[in-house]
Every structure is written in structure tokens, then in C-alpha cells.
């Protein structure tokens, strides 16, 4: 299994970047699929979850309205449109799956894997 994020880098405030994960070694489509931020020094949080099973993706509240979640099943890869940056969002980003017969409710409360991460600065 391999989750490969990209995409991260410097944005100025209030600039766009769109993060990639790209994956494989398993099925898709029988994931859910999310992403998460730290910050430094702090834990990680999950930004937004999707799967093929919700009928919406999940936002948490810092990020609802700015992130948009996306994913292209027949590439096997996730997408994070991260608009109107701050300098706040400066950090790692992750994504994570879990299986879906493991899992219930929007969230992606287990991420069975795990990407190595992307930066992301913002600086004002």
C-alpha cells in the first residue's frame, strides 16, 4: 500500500494550492479516503473525509467553506483544493485511509494508512 501526497510548498495569504494524493496496493473504491493537518508542535487533525458511501464529505469547521475534497477514482487519487490560504494553515498535510467495512459516519475516525505528508507554508 502507498499514499504519496504532493502539492505542498509557499503560498502567499490568501492564495490557492491543490495537494494530491496519489495511491495504490489497494481498492479504492471500498475506502474512505481523508485529509489532515498538524500544525507544529501540535496533534493532528482531520480537515474533511469522503467516500463513496456518504452523500456529502465531511468538513471539520476550521476548514469548511475554504477546503474542498475531491477524489478520481480511476486514477486511484484524492485531491485538496485549499483555497484563500493562511498564514494558520501553515503545516504538514496528511492523507489516511480506512476500509469502509470498518467504519461508520462521515469521518475518517481509523485511518488504517497513512502518507508521509506535504508542507505547506503561508506567510503574510
Known amino acids: 500500500v502507498q499514499l504519496v501526497e504532493s502539492g505542498g510548498g509557499s503560498a502567499q495569504t490568501g492564495e490557492r494550492l491543490r495537494l494530491t494524493c496519489e495511491t495504490s496496493g489497494f481498492t479504492f473504491e471500498d475506502y474512505k479516503i481523508g485529509w489532515f493537518y498538524q500544525a507544529p508542535g501540535k496533534e493532528r487533525q482531520e480537515i474533511s473525509c469522503?467516500?463513496?458511501?456518504?452523500?456529502?464529505?465531511y468538513y471539520a469547521d476550521n476548514w469548511k467553506g475554504r477546503f474542498t475534497i475531491s477524489t478520481d477514482s480511476a486514477k486511484s487519487t484524492a485531491f485538496l483544493m485549499m483555497d484563500n490560504l493562511q498564514p494558520d494553515d501553515t503545516g504538514l498535510y496528511y492523507c489516511?485511509?480506512?476500509?469502509?467495512?470498518?467504519?461508520?459516519?462521515?469521518?475518517?475516525?481509523?485511518?488504517?494508512?497513512w502518507g508521509k505528508g506535504t508542507q505547506v507554508n503561508v506567510s503574510s
Open positions: 489516511a485511509v480506512e476500509p469502509l467495512r470498518f467504519t461508520r459516519g462521515p469521518r475518517c475516525n481509523s485511518p488504517f494508512w
Open positions: 469522503i467516500s463513496k458511501i456518504e452523500g456529502s464529505p
